[in-house]
Structures are given as structure tokens and as C-alpha cells.
């Protein structure tokens, strides 16, 4: 949910799928010779500097270090900023020239909490060792901190009219950050470090602005054009790739605007390119591998929704089970719960599978398509049980393809996509899948409800044909709901469950009329209610409640316990009793 009645004095934007607010905003573009003290900001922040050195404007619209000693100006915030989200920090260096510096001459920002040791140091400096510029980011405190460097280019010393963005996005929920840069001419940023440790910083409520380290020299200069800090709220999914990317991104490249700080990062991938129209293509496929994506902690409990769309196909001319996508949840290599796009004799199949139960349920669509099939599958870790659903996009509702047991996957440490080409051949000229996006949300409702539950069980029996509550595929009266509640087995007729036990007890002077019977642990979530009712008269049939004291509750599996109820016996000459179970589904 946006929060407007926090934001509503800041300007916002839509970045990414997510709520920007801009906080800070220096652009540099004061008349020639302003310090930094009389810079201005645009930011819903009020933080300004006070201090004068170590950088003046040109002019032109930059921030100009030039033949600087070391020397600080810090930025006091106007509050202290921990909430969850990012921290996106951007600024662009417009030109400089380093030629005559010695090795380690540069400009730093730092990112701080008044009295904490870690810091986030952001510096664009000299390196001889690296043969030019270099941009470079550490997070963690003094001694101890970690570096993200793009090592992917050398920045030349002297600019060649071309400028330089450099983002650092920082996660204070998470205690991490991630480093991005590019060139002007670039249409995207190049990833130079990603999900790396804050250190423990708890918040930011201080930057502070500083250059020096070493002597610069006679007419060195580094100029900045703009630094900004903007909030963007957390996205609502904490894996998602957008296919947006420009054309020719290989899976590795991907960018992942989710709340998990990881990527597909294992290797590229010519098989799959983005077409720079929104989606991944997987064409002529040659090579059989899964291609991970680890999350930073594994997820075991709650709910993982998983969501794919295929926005068009052309599979006419592969071999039958040799082309496949397939998108799942892992808890290790060979451990999975997946959703598959796969050839099958004349069709393409929509199915799932999860290790230790098998192939488990599939709905085909024809060779070729243009009309997007979106694929969801939902794990609940909670209740061990998932179901995958699909849906055309001119549908307005999923339609279930399988609900079963998630076998042995226990721990969503591993998020895959998958695809195979298959023991001797390739998927064939021309033959191709375009994903349009996958997602992944996380939540702590409830992903299966009452009658989930009941049709799992069912199936579990093998009673397809006679799954209807009141339906008795063994004939031994008792119907399948009975069954269910009570831990029989509907295909089996001399397994009935654990029947009611009887007793007549005596307790202080009082008769008591003792009923004990089996009854499911977690009824409620499986909309199972069980109460007993009374007939003084087997001829009227008119059965009321009564009331009766529950004794005790005993364990019997992990599944079921059991319930041992009193009733006092009355001066009535006959009283009868019967267990009523009741679905709400």
C-alpha cells in the first residue's frame, strides 16, 4: 500500500514498478564560484552544507574539485532514514582530469550514523595500479570493509567528453548494497558489484563530503554534475524480472527489481537473450542446464507464489520431450518444485512436477501460440503442499492444472529457470519461447484453504470418480467427509480410522457417560468442526446438542489426536449419542 499520508509534501515517481521520493537533490547549477554552503537542494530533505571547501561550481553546472588539499564538508540530514526499501544514491561525474595526480587522489562521499563505525565510502579516484580512474564503493567499517569495483573497464585519466553515472542502492533492512555504473552513451547500467554487506550501519541520518587523500597537482580536476538520494519503496515481489532490459541481455545480465538482492549471475548465456521488446527469448536452444538463482536466506515457511508469462512460442518443429522451459523452487540441486513449457507428441504441455512425487498433472496448448499463457505456481511450505495453475491471457480466472505434495522440498534456498535441449537434439531452426516476466511473492497467508486440503487427500487414495464427501467408493458406510475426519481410508473397507471409544465412570457420587473419538489437529484450518448430539428416542430422530465437558486431549501422530468428552447420566430412561462432523466446503 502507498503511504500518501507520509508522502504527501514529496515529489514522487514511478521507478521501476516501485514509489521514488526524492530526498536529496544537489544539480549544481548556481552561478560561477558558489561554495558548498551556498549550493541549494530541491530534496524533501532540508540538509544543506555548511561548510565552504572543498569544491566550487563552474558555472556550467557542475561541482568542481581542482588542486585540493584533504579537506571534509559534512551534509547533516534532517532526520535519521532506517526504513525498509532502498537508498538509491546517484550522482555523474561530467568530466575531470587526473593526468598529473598521484595514485589515490579522490573524492569520497560517505555515508554515515553519527556515533556508528560502519560507513558506506563511495570514491572516484586515481589508480595507478588499475591504469586509470577508478570508481569504487566500501561498506563496512575501517579494516573490515567490503568492495565493490568495476573491474569490467578502465576510466580513463583524462575524460573524453563522455560522462560517467555511477548508482549505489542501499538496503538498511537487509544490511546491503548494490553498485551500478555507466557511461552517458550507455542505454544501461553495468552491474559492478552486487548484494554486498553494509556492515551493520543501522541508518543514515549524516553524508559527508570529502576529496585530498594525496596532492592533486597543477590543473587536476574532477567535476560532479548532480548527486541525489531518493527513498523507493520495497516492490511488491521479492524476485522479479521485468524482461525489460535492453536488447541482448543474457540471463546473467538480467536485472532483478525485486527485494532480493541476488541475480542470475552464474554465467551467460547465449541460448537466452532479451529481444529489447520486453522479453527473454530462448531460441534454438543447444545446451541442457538450470540457470539459479540463490535467495539470500532460504524460506521455509509461509507461502511462495511463483508467476511466468510466455508471450508467444513456435515449438511446431521440435523433438517431443526435448524442448523445455521450466521455472521452480529448489531446496538443492535435483530438489524441486517446478512448472514446466514442454513439448509432448503434438502439443505443448502446461504441467508441474515436484521430486518424490513425480510427474503430477498437465494441461496441453497447441505448437505455435500468440495469445500469452501466464503460469502460476503456489508452494506452501506450511502445509507441504502446492498446486500450479494457468490461465490464456483472454481468460479471467487461472485454472487449476495439479494440487499435490511437495515431496522432499522442505527449504526455498534456490529459485531456477530451466531449460533443456534434450539427449540428441536440439529444439530446431527457428523454434522458440519468448518469457515475458517472472515474479516470485512472498506472504504469510495462507496459500491452500479447507477444500485444497480435501482434494489432496483424495487424490492421495486414488479415488478419482468418487471424491464427493458423501460418496462411499469402499462400501463400508461410512462416506468419504467420515473418512477424512476421522483417518480412514476411502479405497479400503476394513479401514475405518480409530472408532469412538465408550466408558461409564463415577466421580464424586455423579454418573458420567465417557466418548472418546479421533478427531483431525489442525481442523479448523481444514474447515472441520466435530460436536456430539443426543436422542432420547431413536423413533422421533430428533437429535439436539448437549452439553458435555471435554476431559482431555490426547496426541496420536503428527496428523490427529484425540478428544475425550463427558456427559452426566440423567434420570432419562434411554439417552443416545452420535458424533456430528461438519465441512465448510
Not at 561525474?93 to 556508528?116: C, E, P
Amino acid at each position: 500500500m502507498i503511504k500518501k499520508h507520509v508522502w504527501v509534501t514529496i515529489f514522487m515517481v514511478i521507478v521501476g514498478g516501485g514509489l521514488q521520493a526524492q530526498l536529496i537533490d544537489f544539480q549544481m547549477n548556481e552561478g560561477t564560484g558558489t561554495s558548498l554552503s551556498g549550493l541549494s537542494q530541491t530534496g524533501s530533505d532540508s540538509a544543506v552544507f555548511g561548510a565552504v571547501r572543498p569544491a566550487i561550481t563552474d558555472g556550467a553546472g557542475n561541482l568542481v574539485f581542482s588542486n585540493t588539499l584533504s579537506t571534509a564538508a559534512g551534509l547533516p540530514l534532517s532526520q535519521v532514514y532506517s526504513n525498509s526499501g532502498l537508498y538509491r544514491i546517484e550522482m555523474r561525474f561530467d568530466s575531470w582530469n587526473m593526468s598529473a595526480a598521484l595514485t589515490l587522489a579522490n573524492v569520497n562521499w560517505l555515508v554515515q550514523q553519527t556515533g556508528d563505525a560502519n560507513v558506506l565510502n563511495l570514491t572516484f579516484r586515481r589508480h595507478d595500479s588499475y591504469g586509470g580512474m577508478l570508481f569504487t564503493v566500501f561498506g563496512g567499517t575501517e579494516g573490515g570493509q567490503n568492495t565493490s569495483t568495476p573491474l569490467d573497464a578502465t576510466i580513463p585519466l583524462i575524460s573524453a567528453g563522455t560522462g560517467i553515472v555511477v548508482r549505489v542502492d542501499v538496503d538498511i533492512e537487509a544490511g546491503l548494497y548494490d553498485f551500478y555504473w555507466k557511461w552517458d552513451t550507455d542505454s544501461d547500467f553495468r552491474t559492478a558489484g552486487i548484494a554486498r554487506s553494509l556492515g551493520g550501519l543501522p541508518s543514515i541520518n549524516k553524508m559527508v563530503l570529502s576529496s585530498g587523500n594525496v596532492t592533486w597537482g597543477e590543473g587536476q580536476f574532477i567535476a560532479m554534475d548532480y548527486y541525489t538520494v531518493a527513498y523507493i519503496e520495497p516492490s511488491p515481489y521479492f524476485i522479479e524480472y521485468t524482461m525489460n532490459d535492453s536488447a541482448g541481455t543474457a540471463i546473467g545480465d538480467l536485472k532483478n527489481t525485486g527485494n532480493d538482492h541476488s541475480s542470475y549471475a552464474d554465467f551467460v548465456d547465449d541460448d537466452a537473450v532479451t529481444d529489447g521488446n520486453g522479453n527473454l527469448r530462448f531460441e534454438n536452444v543447444s545446451v541442457d542446464r538450470w540457470v539459479k538463482h540463490t535467495p539470500l536466506t532460504a524460506i521455509s515457511n509461509g507461502v511462495v507464489i511463483v508467476e511466468w508469462r510466455v508471450d508467444s512460442w513456435d515449438l511446431s518443429a521440435a523433438t517431443a520431450s526435448n524442448a523445455v522451459v521450466s521455472v521452480g523452487v529448489a531446496e538443492g540441486p535435483g530438489v524441486i518444485v517446478d512448472c514446466q513449457f514442454a513439448v509432448i507428441s503434438n502439443y505443448v504441455s502446461l504441467g508441474s512436477y515436484a521430486t518424490g512425487e513425480g510427474s503430477a498433472g498437465n494441461t496441453l496448448v497447441s505448437l505455435t501460440g500468440t495469445t500469452g499463457v501466464v503460469l502460476r505456481t503456489v508452494l506452501d511450505f506450511d502445509s507441504g503442499l502446492y498446486a500450479s495453475y494457468w490461465k490464456y491471457d483472454t481468460d479471467a480466472d487461472f485454472t487449476q492444472i495439479v494440487l499435490g505434495s511437495m515431496g522432499n522440498v522442505t527449504v526455498f534456498s534456490r529459485f531456477d529457470l530451466y531449460k533443456l535441449k534434450g539427449d540428441s537434439a536440439s529444439w530446431g531452426e527457428g523454434q522458440f519461447v519468448n518469457i515475458d516476466y517472472i515474479n516470485v511473492t512472498l506472504t504469510n497467508g495462507i496459500g491452500f484453504g479447507p477444500a485444497d486440503f480435501y482434494a489432496s487427500w483424495a487424490a492421495s487414495y486414488g479415488i478419482a470418480g468418487s471424491v464427493g464427501l458423501l460418496d462411499d467408493p469402499d462400501g463400508d458406510c461410512l462416506d468419504n467427509l467420515s473418512e477424512y475426519a476421522l483417518g480412514g481410508d476411502p479405497g479400503n473397507n476394513e479401514d475405518i480410522g480409530i472408532a469412538g471409544d465408550v466408558a461409564l465412570t463415577t466421580d464424586s457420587g455423579t454418573n458420567y457417560f465417557e466418548y472418546t473419538y479421533r478427531k483431525r489437529s489442525d481442523a479448523a484450518a481444514r474447515g472441520l468442526s466435530y460436536y456430539l448430539e443426543k436422542n432420547l428416542d431413536l423413533v422421533s430422530g430428533l437429535w439436539t446438542n448437549l452439553d458435555y465437558e471435554v476431559m482431555g486431549v490426547g496426541i496420536v501422530d503428527t496428523d490427529f489426536e484425540t478428544i475425550t468428552n463427558r456427559i452426566v447420566i440423567g434420570s432419562d430412561a434411554n439417552m443416545f449419542l452420535r458424533l456430528r462432523i461438519k465441512s465448510d466446503f
